[in-house]
């Protein structure tokens, strides 16, 4: 599974972005796909997942405000981040794996292919 990750950029607080994240590979559409953040200085964050049923799961930092979805035909998947505070401010990173239980999807490690970051910053 290859992954590819875009959208981010600069917006101000208050303020919408889609990250979008385009797959391929044979099991992409069997995957678990995630989204995680990483701030300077702080650890790799869970943000969003979607199983390969649908199920979505989200942080509690993000819960409410971020939206995940994910479109099985064009092979990609989508955050829809609404109400941006600075504190979202990261690098985001997609993230796929084989399978996942609800229990596991929220951990990095678990996670084995992961696309190149989109930088989002957001500003007060």
């Known amino acids: 599974v290859q992954l590819q990750a875009s959208g981010g950029g600069l917006v101000q607080a208050g303020g919408s972005l889609r990250l979008s994240c385009a797959g391929s590979?044979?099991?992409?559409?069997?995957?678990?796909l995630g989204w995680f953040r990483q701030a300077p200085g702080k650890e790799r964050e869970f943000v969003a997942a979607?199983?390969?049923?649908?199920?979505?799961y989200y942080g509690d930092s993000v819960k409410g405000r971020f939206t995940m979805s994910r479109d099985i035909v064009k092979n990609i998947v989508y955050l829809q981040m609404n109400s941006l505070k600075p504190e979202d401010t990261a690098a985001y990173y997609c993230?796929?794996?084989?399978?996942?239980?609800?229990?596991?999807?929220?951990?990095?490690?678990?996670?084995?292919?992961w696309g190149q970051g989109t930088e989002v910053t957001v500003s007060s």
């Open positions: 993230a796929a794996a084989g399978g996942l239980i609800s229990s596991t999807l929220r951990y990095a490690n678990y996670y084995d292919y």
């Open positions: 590979g044979r099991s992409f559409g069997r995957s678990t």
């Open positions: 979607v199983k390969w049923d649908g199920g979505t």
